[in-house]
């Protein structure tokens, strides 16, 4: 798989393909083998970019919101028109097995640009407060950053938002996977978006990334990714005082009740943690049990594991594929040599190569650690590749505990015999979303983290507000 476009190679500035100095690889982690270059943006190309998202802006911000919600269902259906292409797309750049990346990397994008067309509708644009009227009016120009997980997801659910609200856009996609950001940007034309209303700056995090958040023509910097990397764009942005919304890491609890299905607990827990070879900043890495049934959940977990077959992300019947490049491989294992040292228990998994898989491809093994306790590195830092560490409670305050004890409050998970229970439990965990008994994901719920997870939500309606600002005229 190579790149099909010619714009995927290039940056895209004021509604043309720009070429750039510098070369990135993009590396299929299944291969080891480079399918394209992106050119190294920095300073000069985040500033003509940011120049055309200003000049832009008047005229966007202007336009109707039926229009501007209208352009965002038309990119939609350039989405869909591409569906196949970009599903391939990001599997080669990032490892993806194909299956979950038809359904869920082109899904997600679909369901969160419908819900915020959706919301866009009913949304209050101006209310009158006493002798007020308060009116809701677009941030400026956006700068988005975004990691390379979910590529196009992550794109979209800043760029929907940020389009009905009538801001104007720079992205800094991930160097990793940043092909579909490059596809995108052709489908925007194509879509009929004005020239600079969406720009992309291709580049490093360091050079790129930060030019972008430091610059003073971005009103808002919208940034998902690590949380090293996420407080450093809320330092950089700070010199302008600029809005920062961070969407950033997890170290997600799954707390299982004495009076839960545990086979379901353990089915669903699993696919969570798991998802997307572990590599989804909502993990539910942590299975918290209670201490009499430690060993029944393990056997079950471990019997579960032998279901995700790893290997080649091409191959529809994969459920883990390669990790997401050689990096990101070594990381997971040196997590697991750590799990070992600190006296986890291997219950299936770890360091190492699982069989049968290419020596040239990123691949790491399904691993679960038995017996965690908090105090383990396995139990504290998000490690980003498909590892569930279980840890035994005494009860029910001690689970809740344990689940708010990382730096972290993304998402989590209660399993309850009834829902009353689940929700009490939900209730007091630190983060920013709960799913009581294996609950669906909700494109239009507000997304976002409590603690180091980060600030702002997105999604909906409440990603929509992410890019308004509050205007009080007295009359
Ligand atoms: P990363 O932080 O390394 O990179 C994310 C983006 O930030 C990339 O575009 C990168 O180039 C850029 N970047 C890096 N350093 C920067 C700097 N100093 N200034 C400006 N930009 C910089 O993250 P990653 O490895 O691509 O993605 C994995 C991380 O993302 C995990 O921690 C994961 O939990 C998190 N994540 C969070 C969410 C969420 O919604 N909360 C979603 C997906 C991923």
């Known amino acids: 798989m190579t790149a099909s476009t010619d714009t995927m190679t290039d940056h895209w500035i004021d509604g043309s393909p720009t070429t750039g100095a510098g070369a990135i690889a993009v590396v299929n982690p299944a291969t080891g083998e480079t399918i394209a270059e992106v050119p190294r943006g920095g300073t000069a190309e985040i500033d003509a970019a940011v120049g055309a998202a200003q000049r832009a802006f008047p005229a966007w911000s202007a336009t109707p919101v039926a229009d501007r919600v209208a352009a965002v269902l038309r990119i939609r259906e350039g989405i869909k028109a591409r569906h196949e292409e970009l599903a391939q797309s ?122 972008l958040a430091a610059h003073p023509g ?61 590599q989804t900043c909502t993990a539910w890495t942590r299975l918290l049990v209670p201490e009499a049934l430690h060993d029944q959940v393990v056997e079950l977990a471990v019997a579960q594991t032998a279901k995700y077959g790893v290997g080649d992300p091409t191959d529809e019947s994969t459920r883990i594929g390669p990790m997401s490049s050689a990096t990101q491989q070594e990381r997971v294992t040196q997590y697991l040599e750590r799990g070992v ?46 590892v569930l560490s279980v840890m035994p409670y005494s009860d029910v305050d001690e689970a809740v505990d344990i689940a708010n004890s990382t730096i972290y409050g993304l998402a989590g998970a209660v399993f309850a015999g009834t829902q009353e229970r689940g929700v009490e439990v939900a209730r007091r965990m630190r983060t920013g979303q709960v799913d009581v008994n294996g609950g669906a994901f909700n494109p239009v719920a507000p997304f976002g983290g409590y603690k180091q997870s980060g600030t702002g939500r997105e999604l909906g309606r409440y990603g929509l507000e992410e890019f308004l600002e509050i205007k009080s005229i007295q009359l």
């Open 90 to 211: 990001i599997t080669a750049e990032m490892g993806s097995p194909i299956a979950f990346s038809r359904s869920v990397q082109l899904g997600m994008p679909m369901a969160s640009s419908k819900g915020v067309a959706g919301v866009a509708e009913s949304f209050a644009w101006s209310e009158e407060i006493g002798n007020s009227l308060v009116v809701r009016e677009p941030i400026g120009v956006v700068g988005a950053i975004t990691p390379w997980n979910y590529p196009l997801h992550q794109v979209v659910a800043k760029l929907a938002p940020a389009l009905v609200a009538g801001c104007t856009v720079v992205l800094k996609p991930s160097e990793v996977a940043p092909l579909t950001a490059g596809a995108l940007a052709a489908i925007t034309a194509e879509a009929g978006l004005p020239a600079g209303v969406f720009n992309v700056v291709h580049g490093t995090g360091p050079e790129a990334g930060e030019a």
């Open 218 to 278: 971005v009103d808002m910097v919208s940034f998902t990714g690590s949380v090293a990397a996420g407080r450093r764009v809320q330092e950089v942005g700070a010199a302008t005082v600029k809005r920062v919304a961070l969407e950033l890491g997890g170290k997600s609890a799954n707390i299982v009740l004495d009076d839960a299905e545990l086979s379901k607990a353990v089915k669903v827990g699993l696919g969570n943690c798991f998802i997307n070879g572990g």
């Open 341 to 386: 040292a600190d006296g986890a228990q291997l219950a299936v998994g770890g360091p190492g190569r699982p069989d049968g898989v290419s020596e040239a491809g990123a691949y790491v093994r399904p691993t679960i650690f038995a017996g965690v306790r908090r105090d383990m590195t396995v139990a504290q830092e998000e490690i980003f590749g498909p």
